[in-house]
């Protein structure tokens, strides 16, 4: 231990001797100081281990002195950097004693001693000293420091300036990790003064608090009162300082966005001064919120939602029932405009929190009770779907819906806190004001309660089905008198429920719906537990479907003589609901002995459709009857019997418009459930019902949906106020369109020009009033005939006015028709798709390519609105996930062989005409796609022979059946067609076809290289262009570079291919001209790739080809001078002379000193002035009377460097180091009289310019004086009355609009055309993603 005293209190012995031991130990320190923490924290782990591992003291004593040095560093994060080294030094060698790294702190960084500009260093120093003892952990334990640390940082807490409260915070922090026995023996003398002066600022206050909280028995009432003559901090007498002090604490802390310390331990201390109802009246709702800030205000939230766990249900209900409850109310209704602050969130974050920690079911209930309480004209703030209710106590949860059913049936407005924002106030109008609050009210707890559900609380199935039972009973039905046969029918509620809470109701309920439909199965039992795993949803513990209980509860009301329904059912609907249900009990008998999952599909779509009948019976009948029909028939064991084209259509045909008519409803639930039904009844499906599909996507049979279509907008309309709030939603895309065409549109009508019937029109309306009088008539009107005439004129008007707005109107009908046509569309591609992943093997899959591709190809021509983008994307993302790369395909193509070749030349002779090359790779794919598929089936045996196998490859290779298998593909038929296509890609300039294409096509069947090798060889020199002819190498390369390629030809094959592409390669490069061009280079190195490849594969498989006539070629054409400086090429050329045995020569090195000597005599010597500077020149820029002289041709050739064109400037030159720049201030010029007296630095340099920029100037002047006169014969024409303005001045006037309006037209057209070139490059984005 003796020889470990030292380090801290001595100066480094021998610091050269630590500085000889390497770059490794010094290099921490400057690690320490970098700005990336990671790099920090390595370095001072790093640092700790080589002292450890050392022992050395020279070296401790070193590092200690390093690191005080570096707490004033300037650097960035060096500062925090170094104290946290020194913290992490002294925590390891607890051998250092802390007053002695204090004191070297305290005279490194003495403030008093260095200069005035390095105070802030030294201020910094010392606080970073003291945190580093207090990060160590052995501050607490060694008094002296501890003393000496808290008196260091008072006095560092006068350099407000520069650290302004971190100080006093500091001494918070150390004070709470003392013993209560060292702060009453040890600091409680030292800071008497800050806690006697505790309401002079908030961190002295802040201090007492602390203190009181930690040392009860050392901060006693007595002591409390000999401090600041109170023996409670919490009084009335102490509330106006208070209120103060946390007011500026609220202001100062704003951007911190939480509740001050202070704030929560002045809350804490008047608890345990049992002064809360004290401080929260006077102090908070008396003094705080009278300042109308919001910092105050929302301290005053915070306030709140943090008193919460801390409050008894006694202390609850007066906070919930005050002022800041209902300030914070009033705030939320406020703010619910976007862009202001919202602290709705904030407090639903406090309310969560305080239900998750609390374990007392009477204060959870009391705190969600409180808030559903706080209304804005009878509608509570408190969000209705808000999730924190998933924290309820079970039996708070019971409560909690008791009491909104309670508060539904007999609305208690006086239990809430009722506000109205001051617009409310000034807009009321003469209603039932009550009426509306009660309405408000209900249709909250409606959305509470089914909310409930929806969240995942801990609930039991009797508590579900209460609360559906309740929605479900005052959604539809209504009780005429108690019973106490039916619970909901055993209170009538206090209000009768009105038309508009019922529309609202179903909305919700049908929500609800959705929300049973896919609910979990709940409870503890085995048997529950059991299905849990097997994911079933919607059904209880026993297996029954909820939507099934409801239908069997709505069953029991319809037969009740005490209860009605709301809109009445009729005979014959009455008659299709009992054969529903029927229907579904015949189903449920079924259920184990044919497919369970399509029974509850049908169960379920039957169901619904009976509940649809309370919400729209007359709707609901037509489609609930063949829905019955179709179930009955899908059912029956009858055997299916063939039937003609002109029969009446199958239940699948009907099935199939059931569910695209309900895909057009607005419920969630219901498209849930039809696509539920389409994906059980897919096997089942047939090729009339498939084109049922398909019809809608049809873009050539829109026209004929338009009745569909208005239908299918009114139902929306009805709706719109109900569905807003439905939870179940919408999946509709639209909202977006409507605002993007809607901006379109009125584009449109600005651009819209004047109907030359309006015009002819008015011309005849003013000359019958002689308003367009000749030259003879120049006598005014009188006031009877301008009456008329204006009479005639407005009348004239508003007729245009009504054609105008009837032209909006149709346009804006046919916008929504399109808008809901697509957004169908998009509904019914989810049918193909669920087709397509379920029935892969089905070969009615070929039907659905071509109504795709029609989709595609259309979309890419019609309008680029968002919702037709995402229509775009959706088929895309179909057709190449879904179809084209689906791991599973038809296995059963016999039949359809012929078809199948046949659809594949159609498809490839598409791609080849189209113009588009991402609709013609679309096409591409699909032709792969076939081609998959007939590879992989296998032929008849009627159906000729596969191709025998050669024999080596055979013997060799176990896969090679698999690898020349073809399977029903006809390959001469089909390299035939892809000959074809070949032959256009390397012939045709302008061609949708990309090599891409056909790499792809070659990696997918490399059967197919080898009778498309031919044609690849011959057109590297049949190419029209040189870029078909490299695109043939570079398939040629990549063919050959196929594993499979050489297994599918027999050695001679083989050999002669080789042979007959090097022949080709030779002659494509005797082809070759000087090699100038950009695209004749790009041939030069694909060919050369290629010619390396073959020369290597020559090589390798030791081939007997000749090679003399390539050698000649190579050689003779002094190839290294044509191929220029193309490193590329250069490097590729030799790599080819090599295999044929060839070096490449060495460059000798050119020595560059003579070139270095010219330079240098070049440069202009350091220190000379530039010509402009010198003053014979500097006098030529001197205006003399206000004009310069011109400078004559001589002085122009006399500066040369003045004449350089632009863009040719030196670095120097542009940045105006070098003359004949713009100067720095270059528009400084001397005025004399003011006139210039001197011009820019340019105009002192070169004269003609001068002279072209002055000539300009008088120009702008002529313009100018034009202009004004222009201007003063305008204002005299003002003055002039208007019925005495000549022919010329109107006829004028009409021509000067008419030129604006086209230049405003001609600018509107570009950037309608910009706009569509872009949709257009933003959809064909989307088909290449």
Not at 225 to 244: A, D, H, Q, W, Y
Not at 445 to 465: A, D, Q, Y
Not at 724 to 745: F, P, T
Request: glycine residues 4%; charged residues 30%; contains cysteine.
């Amino acid at each position: 231990m003796a020889e470990r005293e030292g380090p801290g209190s001595g100066v480094v012995s021998d610091p050269r001797g630590v500085l000889r031991q390497g770059r490794v130990f010094l290099d921490f320190f400057w690690d320490i100081a970098r700005p990336e923490q990671e790099v920090r924290l390595a370095a001072t782990e790093n640092l700790l281990r080589h002292l450890r591992e050392g022992r050395k003291d020279d070296e401790l004593k070193y590092t200690l002195k390093r690191l005080v040095e570096g707490l004033g560093a300037t650097r960035k994060a060096a500062r925090p950097g170094f104290s946290l080294a020194l913290a992490q030094v002294l925590q390891a060698f607890e051998e250092i004693p802390l007053c002695t790294v204090l004191e070297q702190i305290k005279e490194k960084h003495n403030p008093e001693k260095v200069k005035k500009k390095l105070v802030e260093n030294a201020a910094f120093g010392n606080f970073f000293g003291v945190m580093a003892l207090f990060q160590s952990g052995r501050l607490v334990k060694d008094r002296k420091a501890l003393l000496e640390s808290i008196q260091l940082l008072q006095q560092l807490a006068h350099h407000q300036t520069y650290l302004r409260d971190l100080p006093r915070k500091t001494v918070i922090d150390i004070i709470s990790e003392v013993p209560e026995t060292v702060f009453e023996e040890v600091l409680f003398g030292i800071l008497q003064s800050d806690l006697a002066s505790a309401f002079t600022s908030p961190d002295n206050l802040h201090l007492l608090l602390v203190g009181i909280r930690k040392f009860p028995g050392v901060l006693k009432p007595q002591n409390l009162k000999k401090l600041f003559g109170s023996s409670t901090v919490v009084n009335e007498e102490n509330i106006p300082r208070l209120v103060e002090l946390l007011q500026s604490v609220a202001k100062s802390e704003k951007e911190d966005k939480k509740l001050p310390n202070v704030a929560f331990d002045l809350l804490q201390v008047s608890l345990k001064e049992d002064a809360f109802e004290l401080f929260w009246k006077e102090g908070v709702e008396d003094g705080l919120l009278k300042e109308k800030s919001g910092p105050v205000s929302y301290m005053c939230y915070r306030l709140l939602g943090s008193a919460l766990p801390l409050l008894s249900l006694d202390q609850l209900q007066i906070v919930l029932k005050g002022k800041v409850m209902q300030h914070y109310g009033e705030h939320v209704v406020t703010r619910q405009l976007p862009k202001r602050s919202k602290f709705a969130p904030e407090m639903e974050t406090y309310i969560d929190e305080f239900l998750n920690s609390c374990d007392d079911p009477e204060r959870q209930l009391a705190v969600i009770i409180g808030f559903s309480t706080l209304t804005n004209q009878g509608s509570p703030v408190f969000s209705g779907s808000s999730r924190v209710v998933k924290h309820l106590q079970p039996v708070a949860l019971q409560k909690y819906v008791d009491w909104l059913k309670d508060m539904f049936l007999r609305p208690d407005l006086d239990c809430c806190l009722d506000f109205s924002s001051n617009w409310q106030k000034q807009n009321q109008e003469n209603v039932n004001i009550a009426h509306h609050k009660i309405v408000r009210l209900r249709k909250w707890i409606m959305l509470r309660l089914c909310s409930i559900i929806e969240s995942p609380v801990e609930k039991e199935e009797h508590l579900v089905m209460d609360v559906s039972r309740f929605c479900f009973f005052h959604a539809f039905f209504e009780a005429k008198k108690k019973t106490a046969q039916i619970h909901e029918a055993n209170v009538l509620p206090a209000k009768p429920l009105d038309e508009q809470f019922h529309s609202v109701a179903e909305n919700y309920l049908f929500g609800m719906l959705n929300t049973l439909n896919i609910l979990t199965v709940l409870g503890d039992t085995a048997k529950a537990a059991a299905l849990r795993e097997k994911h079933i949803h919607g059904v209880t513990a026993d297996g029954k479907l909820w939507i099934y209980l409801l239908v069997e509860y709505a069953n029991e009301l319809l037969s009740s003589v005490h209860v009605k329904a709301v809109k009445p059912l009729t005979k014959e609907q009455r008659d299709a609901w009992e054969r529903t249900l029927q229907s579904v009990k015949n189903l449920q008998k079924k259920e184990n002995k044919s497919d369970s999952a399509k029974v509850v599909a049908f169960q379920q779509l039957l169901l619904l459709m009976a509940i649809h009948l309370f919400k729209d019976p007359s709707e609901t009948m037509d489609v609930l009857s063949d829905l019955l029909n179709c179930t009955e028939r899908a059912f029956s064991k009858e055997p299916k019997k063939k039937k003609a084209d002109n029969a009446e259509p199958g239940w699948v045909e009907v099935m199939v418009e059931i569910i695209l008519s309900l895909l057009a409803q607005p419920s969630l639930l219901i498209r849930r459930i039809s696509r539920s039904v389409f994906l059980r009844i897919c096997p089942n499906l047939t090729k009339r019902g498939l084109q049922l599909i398909l019809d809608v996507l049809d873009p050539y049979q829109e026209q004929n949906e338009e009745s569909a279509v208005i239908v299918m907008e009114e139902s929306n309309k009805k709706i719109k106020s109900a569905h807003d709030m439905d939870k179940e939603g919408s999946e509709d895309s639209s909202d977006e369109d409507d605002s993007e065409e809607e901006n379109d549109s009125g584009d449109e009508e600005k651009n819209e020009e004047v109907d030359d019937d309006f015009r002819s029109q008015l011309m005849n309306v003013l000359q019958a009033g002689n308003a367009l009088g000749g030259d003879e008539s120049d006598e005014e009107l009188d006031d009877e005939a301008m009456m008329a005439l204006d009479k005639n004129i407005s009348a004239l008007f508003a007729e245009q006015q009504k054609r105008i707005q009837a032209k909006k109107d149709e346009k804006d009908r046919i916008r929504k028709e399109a808008i809901l046509r697509r957004d169908f569309k998009i509904k019914v591609l989810d049918l193909i798709e669920a087709f397509l992943s379920k029935q892969t093997e089905n070969p009615l899959v070929f039907d659905i390519i071509e109504p795709l591709l029609h989709v595609i190809e259309q979309c890419m021509i019609s309008d680029s609105g968002k919702q037709e983008v995402d229509f775009l994307r959706k088929t895309a993302n179909i057709f190449r996930n879904s179809l084209c790369r689906a791991k599973q395909y038809c296995k059963r193509v016999g039949a359809l062989r012929e078809d199948l070749h046949a659809f594949v030349e159609r498809l490839v002779n598409k791609a080849c005409k189209h113009t588009d090359c991402s609709v013609a790779l679309y096409y591409f794919s699909a032709s792969l796609y076939l081609l998959r598929v007939l590879r992989g089936n296998t032929p008849d045996k009627s159906s000729t022979p596969p191709t025998p196998l050669p024999e080596k490859q055979s013997s060799t290779i176990p896969q090679a059946s698999q690898l020349f298998s073809t399977g029903c593909l006809d390959m001469e038929r089909v390299a035939v067609i892809y000959r074809e296509a070949l032959t256009q890609l390397l012939t045709k300039r302008k061609t949708a076809l990309t090599s891409s294409m056909f790499h792809d096509f070659f990696r997918r069947f490399p059967i197919m290289c080898k009778p498309l090798a031919g044609t690849l060889v011959k057109y590297i020199t049949a190419g029209v262009r040189h870029y078909h002819q490299g695109q043939a190498c570079v398939l040629l390369h990549k063919c050959m570079l196929l594993p499979q390629m050489k297994l599918l030809m027999t050695e001679q094959e083989w050999e002669e291919l080789i042979r007959e592409s090097i022949s080709q390669v030779t002659e494509s490069l005797k082809m070759v001209g000087n090699c100038t061009l950009k695209s004749e280079k790009e041939k030069v190195g694909k060919t050369l790739e290629l010619l390396n490849f073959l020369l290597k594969t020559v090589a390798a498989q030791n081939l007997p080809v000749k090679l003399t006539e390539l050698d000649k070629v190579l050689v003779a054409a002094d190839w290294p001078k044509r191929i220029g400086n193309s490193a590329r090429l250069e490097s590729l050329y030799w790599n080819v002379m090599s295999c044929l045995n060839y070096t490449k020569p060495k460059k000798e090195k050119t020595a560059n000193k003579p070139v270095q000597e010219t330079e240098t005599l070049k440069r202009k010597k350091k220190g000379f002035l530039p010509e402009t500077k010198k003053r014979k020149n500097r006098k030529k820029g001197i205006q003399e009377n206000g004009v310069a002289p011109v400078a004559s041709e001589d002085e122009q050739s006399a500066a040369p460097e003045q004449e350089q064109p632009m863009g040719t400037e030196t670095p120097k030159q542009k940045k105006g180091f070098v003359a004949g720049s713009k100067c720095k201030n270059q528009n400084r010029g001397v005025r004399e009289n003011g006139v210039a007296m001197e011009g820019s630095g340019e105009e002192a340099v070169s004269g003609g310019d001068a002279v072209a920029d002055k000539k300009k100037k008088k120009k702008k002047k002529v313009v100018n004086t034009s202009r004004k006169r222009k201007g003063d014969a305008g204002n005299e024409a003002k003055q002039v009355p208007a019925a005495k303005k000549t022919k010329w001045s109107v006829s004028q006037q009409t021509q000067q609009k008419q030129g604006n309006a086209n230049q405003q037209k001609q600018g509107n057209a570009n950037q309608q055309k910009q706009g569509k070139v872009k949709k257009k490059k933003e959809k064909k984005t989307v088909l290449q993603e």
